[in-house]
């Protein structure tokens, strides 16, 4: 099983600051890696796949690199409705797997 | 607009069974692989099985294998889970989502999920 290892476990920033999260791969998963939203009692909500893909809709404040075990996820300049807990899943073997979450909290 | 909608959780006793709907709309449901991904109260999220657009290929997490059994009507656009021996650790809403494309892929459409509870 792959595991997914996501840092930090919290950020505590501000409205308009840069956030920048990672999320590490135990093994290669090439660039078969999406980024998740979810918020209090809402499903997660796809932003980036493929590593480096908006999905559609997806406001431009959020991009996506990396391959191979290391990506991250910025987030340009924060909105109000961007705190909230992502999470990034690989989907190069089975069983998919999901890191732990990074909490974006306001400071 | 793409819709996925679950129904059939609730509360049931260890050792039970209960089964899962999710219908789907907007999208021409027999393409696509779906998935059923579950979230314990205040914890992650797991992906617990797959099934291809025909259900000739199934996967399970190991701590659900032969337990559930993931299946699909493409006629009745539903996907479903069929859960049996059902133990506390199954707590969780079960969420099911559809690929971002036809050959699989991340996962870009979400239902609001069912909660399932499994307690005496």
């Known amino acids: 099983e792959i595991v997914l290892t996501q840092s930090p476990a919290t950020l505590s920033l501000s409205p308009g600051e840069r956030a920048t999260l990672t999320c590490r791969a135990s093994q290669s998963v090439s660039r078969h890696l999406g980024w998740y939203q979810q918020k209090p009692g809402q499903p997660p909500r796809l932003l980036i796949y493929d590593a480096s893909n908006r999905a559609p809709g997806i406001p431009a404040r959020f991009s996506g690199s990396g391959s191979g075990t290391d990506f991250t996820l910025t987030i340009s300049s924060l909105e109000p409705e961007d705190f909230a807990v992502y999470y990034c899943q690989q989907r190069t073997v089975w069983p998919r797997t999901f890191g732990q979450g990074t909490k974006v909290e306001i400071k | 607009e793409m819709q996925l909608v679950e129904s059939g959780g609730g509360l049931v006793q260890p050792g039970g069974s209960l089964r899962l709907s999710c219908v789907a709309s907007g999208f021409t449901f027999s393409d696509y692989w779906m998935y059923w991904v579950r979230q314990a109260p205040g914890e992650g999220l797991v992906c617990v099985s797959l099934?291809?657009?025909?259900?000739?290929?199934?996967k399970y997490a190991d701590s659900v294998k032969g337990r559930f059994t993931v299946s699909r009507d493409n006629a009745k656009n539903t996907l479903y889970l069929q859960m049996n021996s059902l133990r506390a650790e199954d707590t969780a809403i079960y969420y099911c989502?559809?690929?971002?494309?036809?050959?699989?892929?991340?996962?870009?459409?979400w239902g609001q999920g069912t909660m399932v509870t499994v307690s005496s």
């Open positions: 989502a559809k690929s971002i494309a036809v050959a699989g892929g991340d996962l870009d459409v």
């Open positions: 099934i291809n657009f025909d259900a000739v290929i199934t």
